[in-house]
């Protein structure tokens, strides 16, 4: 077991553990809340009728609220019909929600939180490796709407997240692959012990998954304390993403994230080593790991001038330029905020060999 306290204005804990939904509804409860609204994906039913019970017997009243699976579920129309429930049940400040299921459901969670009556507590209960890892802890909640992915939304921390590592028995292999590259993104801005571990070869061990997970979190916990809203270092938990989104839009979505984001990776140790600030063995050394455990590590060659379109929407760019994250170590990261159209392509066209 292990709890890890993520610092800041309203410090809470993430709790990493099995059979945890004694200890979710003991939480809940102990808000001082008259009664909870479970967000929870249409497929977890049964796991958020059985956190129902444990809930209730505490004596907190449970609205079950089902939502459309994946990012289907971060819309303006399933938003609004939570703030109905909301209004129809007469949730006030004191009561809670709590977001049952992948990313976009802790996403969704977490934005109706925030947005109810200008903010009430959000309990988190990932259930995939890369809510646990990213999306539920860190306080960025939102929806996406017809402009694009995760324009709208609030940071509002969560009053606590909890990672039940019983969820992830079930969990569909090609799930379990995309939230390894969050993972592996923080072994590589961060903590070099994560890339250790992934480099012993072969399926990553039980118990090293439990382990995995905190140094991942603990990595996200450090960044999220010092830089909730992203002025400046919390932009490192994007190393892989500016290629990585563009690829997923380009893809509708189709394409899993962490898959986007393990290309993304490649992309930048390329454009980082082209640069001088890492050599070979590092470009290397994202391709082994990556494809070591099923990430892809290369994109279509005739991509690049739909790819870079989509990279001038990045969040991180200023004043018109794209912004990377870049390694100029492991463990350690910078930025490029000046590379030109023809640098990028070499990058890429390197890539997609
Ligand atoms: N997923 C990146 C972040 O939370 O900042």
Redesign the pocket.
Known sequence: MADIQVAGPSPYIVRIDRGLDEQVAQRISETGTRQALIVHQGPLKEAAESLRQRVEELGVHVTLAPIPDAEDGKSLAVAGQLWDTLGERNFSRQDVVVGLGGGATTDLAGFIAATWMRGIKVVQVPTTLLAMV??A??G?TGINTGAGKNLVGSFHEPDSVFIDLDRLDTLPEAEFVSGSA?IIKTGFIADPVILDIYQQGGSVPTEKIAELIERSVAV?AS??AQDLK?SSL?EI??YG?TLGHAIEKREDYRWRHGNAVAVGMMFVAILARNRGLIDDAVVELHREILDGIGLPTSYESGAFDELYEGMTHDKKNRNGQIRFVVLDGIGSTTRIGDAGMEELRTAYTELSQ
């Open positions: 990213d999306a802890v860190g960025k969050e996200k960044v999220v992203e919390r938990l994007n993403h």
